[in-house]
């Protein structure tokens, strides 16, 4: 396939991904009224800040990804052959995860649900145990020092100031 209908493809199939997923996400509404309360409506103005910069990063990582060789002989599509430290991988470890994260409090925002704000904090959560304990270990092993050095150098949430 060649790399601009690669990249096309993964883009459709990212925005198909969070199209979905942002539909599911919007039926915890149900569960607002548990809270006794609403978010004001001036909350939506963050809300599309935080959707905006949440989608736009997702996507731009999804490119990025996409454009990276692919672990072909093990039939791998999941993970990159090489290293990805360029575009938002140059200022913090997961902006994907991060990007999802931003997207979903910007929605929670947005549509003033508590439940949805209260389901970011929890990916997040999510999110964070599955870098700590799963993806970090694993790209140290496939990467050793190239990847230790670029964590010493890269925060996991919160870019570094240098």
Known sequence: MKPATSVLWT????VAAMSLTIWCVLRLRVFDHYFGFRLPSVARIPGIVLLTMGGGLVLWCG?????????????????????????????????????????????????RSISIL??????????????????EPGLTKRFGDSYIEYKRLVGRWIPRIR
């Open 11 to 14: 883009l459709v199939r990212v």
């Open 63 to 111: 490119g990025i990804l996409s454009r990276v060789g692919i672990l072909e002989e093990r039939g791998d599509r999941l993970f990159p052959a090489e290293f990805v430290a360029r575009g938002p991988f140059r200022f913090v470890r997961n902006p994907m995860s991060l990007g999802g994260t931003l997207l979903f409090m910007g929605l929670g925002l947005y549509v």
């Open 118 to 135: 209260v389901f970011s904090c929890l990916l997040f959560l999510l999110f964070h145990m599955v870098a700590v304990y799963f993806e």
